[in-house]
């Protein structure tokens, strides 16, 4: 016997606020073969984090790649988490994040109409809702680029109560640009509750100024404060994808991990990667990695630098809701003023940098663009460095 309509929208409804396969599969299974054994979650909300009742947005800091899900293990209501839209060009992950997580898709990087339509959906359908406004994970502990004004007129639109997360200790667990994990405590720590009478009777400068400090989130400062230990033998091993020049001979990507240590390849400079993601003698003349990662973005910007070629593992052009592999034996180059693709076929394409339009780093570092109204997507072998590429395009972009 088929449903009727009536009661087939009720049961979609009930699936979206609690979905069966996300409450009774996906939550016990994760908490058990992999939470558990290694992070530790603990709740400083006052128990109001399980009480959370629809519709409402969660917003926080991004520093993990399992941001989202360490606070949907910690919460009881089902949260609707906004996802990179590269997520969804894949049909098994789009039929788990999509159709059994109910997640939400976003083109990273760029205004999306569809997505602000469908997250008000969802608000009017009782929901709760999660997003990250950084939109990509931090690199090195601190925050990236937020359009905290952009996100104060995002809240007025919904007009519903705003709970602003901090994740401290996330960023320690697994580095974006770290090849080991690390095991310990993570702090789900709820900050603030916007209500919708204070978005209602703020000025947008007063609600800008609220976004602007309550997402605010610097890594040296909270380990400086709390001095709470991530221990790892191999605690530098890929700290090459994060740094691409060296402060002390300004040579480019000749820096990598061995064990705990930091090396140039070219001076012969190292320093100890300490159990609080600092360096211990700051013998590149910088204790945290957020000084050095602010000195290369800097240098990128006002030095024409000159680097090797990376090779690639992929190439692709997107095409509707999926991806077109253009080549998938390349080497990629990054110049002063374009990015070259040159493929094994001979063929070459040149992306000129100041007319790419939008960029994005996202899984394994993945890097997607939007030039001519065209999306790409390439990804360089593992241990290569993509920031290069994005922090090139932003000195051109500011």
Same mark, same amino acid.
């Given at each position: 016997?088929?449903?009727?309509?009536?009661?087939?929208?009720?049961?979609?409804?009930?699936?979206?606020?609690?979905?069966?396969?996300?409450?009774y599969i996906a939550k016990p299974l994760y908490k058990i073969f992999y939470a558990n054994p290694r992070v530790r979650i603990i709740k400083k909300d006052d128990g109001l984090l399980d009480k959370i009742e629809g519709p409402a947005l969660i917003v926080g800091n991004h520093t993990h790649s399992l941001d989202s899900i360490f606070t949907t293990l910690a919460m009881k209501p089902h949260v609707r988490w906004v996802a990179g839209a590269y997520?969804?060009?894949?049909?098994?992950?789009?039929?788990?994040?999509?159709?059994?997580?109910?997640?939400?898709?976003?083109?990273?990087?760029?205004?999306?109409?569809?997505?602000?339509?469908?997250?008000?959906?969802?608000?009017?359908?009782?929901s709760i809702v999660g997003l990250y406004p950084e939109g990509t994970r931090t690199w090195d502990g601190n925050n990236m680029e937020i359009n905290h004004k952009a996100t104060a007129k995002m809240f007025r639109i919904f007009k519903v109560p705003v709970y602003f997360l901090s994740y401290e200790g996330a960023y320690d667990l697994h580095p974006r640009w770290a090849d080991e994990k690390r095991r310990g405590i993570l702090i789900i720590r709820l900050k603030k509750v916007l209500?919708?009478? %204070?978005?209602?009777?703020?000025?947008?400068?007063?609600?800008?100024?609220?976004?602007k400090e309550n997402l605010y989130f610097n890594h040296s400062q909270w380990q400086e404060k709390t001095m709470r230990p991530y221990p790892c033998k191999k605690g530098?091993?890929?700290?090459?994808?994060l740094f691409y020049i060296c402060p002390k001979c300004h040579h480019a990507q000749t820096i990598y991990g061995k064990k705990n240590k930091v090396i140039c390849s070219n001076c012969h400079t190292e320093d100890i990667l300490t159990e609080y993601l600092s360096l211990k003698n700051e013998s590149f003349g910088y204790s945290s990695l957020a000084q050095w990662n602010q000195f290369q973005k800097d240098y990128i910007k006002e030095?024409?630098?000159?680097?090797?070629?990376?090779?690639g593992d992929f190439f692709r052009k997107g095409v509707k809701d999926?991806?077109?592999m253009i080549s998938?034996?390349?080497?990629?180059?990054?110049?002063?003023?374009?990015? %070259?693709?040159?493929?094994?076929n001979g063929k070459i394409f040149i992306f000129e940098i100041d007319k790419? %339009?939008?960029?994005?780093?996202?899984?394994?570092?993945?890097?997607?663009?939007?030039?001519?109204n065209q999306l790409y997507s390439f990804r360089l072998q593992g241990d290569l460095n993509s920031l290069k590429y994005f922090q090139k395009w932003e000195a051109y972009k500011c």
């Open positions: 016997m088929f449903l009727n309509c009536d009661l087939y929208s009720i049961l979609l409804l009930m699936s979206k606020k609690k979905p069966i396969f996300v409450s997520l969804f060009k894949n049909k098994f992950l789009k039929f788990c994040i999509g159709d059994l997580a109910t997640c939400i898709p976003k083109q990273q990087g760029r205004s999306d109409l569809s997505t602000i339509k469908a997250i008000s959906s969802a608000l009017k359908e009782g209500t919708t009478e %204070e978005i209602e009777n703020s000025s947008l400068a007063e609600l800008t100024d609220i976004v530098a091993h890929g700290i090459q994808r030095n024409q630098i000159t680097f090797n070629p990376d090779k999926s991806f077109e998938k034996d390349y080497n990629c180059t990054l110049s002063t003023n374009s990015i %070259e693709f040159k493929l094994s790419i %339009e939008s960029m994005v780093l996202s899984v394994k570092q993945s890097i997607e663009f939007y030039y001519e």
